[in-house]
């Protein structure tokens, strides 16, 4: 099966797993994929950077993994005629159920045999796509990764399970989100070929909960710097529990690595309190009801309480005092918990802030750009050290810059349709007419999926007509937790060429930055604004409401203007304005 040049680049799979000195093995041939090219890179950042001496008692790498190249995809499509079953125009579950119930290649059996009869903690099972993680198309977060908790008693139970996660993650090529982000880059599915990384999971088992203390994104390039920050210092995001709550747009802990001390801009304490993390994501380790084509199957979502009786939020939270209305690192005292990770970051009794500014520099300068990096980090129980950092992807951020600029005095004036001096992207647009906007009358945070399937439905009809337009709703786009935003995906949205994400009093969270739907948005160079009710900056829904519509549902209105309107965003300073004839 090695007749492609890339797997063979890379040690092939040893049956005696954890016996072998490699991290990184291949079975079978052809490609490894953009996924875990990226680990790969990783590891080379990783042995060149010499951070034991700097930072002795955490013990930095990638968790061990094994690729299974894209030729065993092929194979697996072939031996099964699923080439044939991917034409019809199935439902994503018909699809799915197709895909576990066809047999895998004979040749990599043995192989994935040994492989999981030798391991009994979680395993993740995620996609490396050909063209996944490519800086002009990134595919982040279009495909299915799934967890497995891996700790059944028999083999060939947890042998079952290992090989329905890889069905899956190669079934999700097919699926619809995939199907229509593939004809929005141009490309037929068919050309898509599939690496799967089966790779342990960072963290550690409390209870019948398995999850790291500490998940987090790096970014070299901030959209949104608050404060003395600024856009080159770079943006870390952390959450609880395991990075599903930040990749979702989940609420999470955002910060600047240069300044660490500062917390997020907040009007006040119970403002912040009232917008941190209260529910993080584990892999769930006791018996689950079976449903292989579900992407959650194995995951569960809890409380802080939980985290509590876990006594992790010690390395995590502050505590809130009444009398004082401050926030105190730790949980000696009773009261509300914040997810802050002041001990990390204001008292520096674990040095992950100078590692993350350490590995931000090294990957930036290793790959020429700005990166995003995405870790996980486990602590010892006790008092914290030994710390095992787990660099679980490197991949280059888009960041685009253009001569155009804007001065405050700018985003004011007549003209002015809406304004931010919190926009992402950059240059100009003299072309849009369509102005497709969620009725802020009507918006109610427990109708988010109806608003979201609405938005799908007239998106479709622009799209088939080419026209691009302006997309304006409350809360983070793309956001899993629909109480905190509508929740699109990509593909439902795929003929906005500008999105702005507006706040209400009833609405009012944390924008949105880096998530996957981002990475994705940036690539398309989709221009964002971030425009706050309470801000110098505003959106003139008078004159909006003013226009024509074309079209009303039951939360949107579509709205044509007589002249395009004239969109400008200053990517060097984070200003955007709109302006109407």
Known sequence: MNEKPGAGMYPAFDRQFFESDED????GGGEIGGKALGLATAKRI????????SFPGVVVGIPRLTVLGTAVFHHFMMQNKLYDVVKEDLSDERIAHTFIKAELPPLIVGDLHALISQITTPLAVRSSSLLEDALQHPFAGVYGTKMVPNNQAA???RFKKLTEAIKFVWASTFFQDARRYMRTIHHAVEEERMGVIIQEVVGERFNDRYYPIVSGVI??????PTGPARHEDGVVTLALGLGKTIVDGGIAWNYSPRYPRHAPPYGSTQELLKNSQTRFWAVNMAPSRYDPINEAEYLVEVGLDDAERDDVLRFTASTYDASSDRLTPGTRRLGPRAITFARMLEIDDIPLNDLVLRLGEQCKEALGCDVEIEFALTLDRQNGFPARFGFLQVR???VDNESIQLEE???LGDRVFLSTDRALGYGTNDSIVDVLYVRPTSFDAKHTREIAVEIESLNSVLDLEQRPYVLIGFGRWGSSDPWLGIPVTWPQISGARVIIEATLPEM???ASQGSHFFHNLLSFHVQYFTVRHTGEY?????????????????????VRLAEPLQVRVDGRCGRGVILHS
């Open 24 to 27: 990184f093995t291949v079975i």
């Open 46 to 53: 990783i042995q060149d950077a010499d951070l034991h001496d």
């Open 155 to 157: 083999v060939g139970d």
């Open 219 to 224: 970014r070299t390039h901030n959209y949104y």
């Open 396 to 398: 280059p951020m888009m």
């Open 409 to 411: 005095a700018d985003l």
């Open 508 to 510: 009012h969270v944390d």
């Open 538 to 558: 505003a959106i003139d829904w008078a004159w909006l409401d003013r226009q024509p519509a074309l079209a009303e549902t039951d939360f949107l209105r579509h």
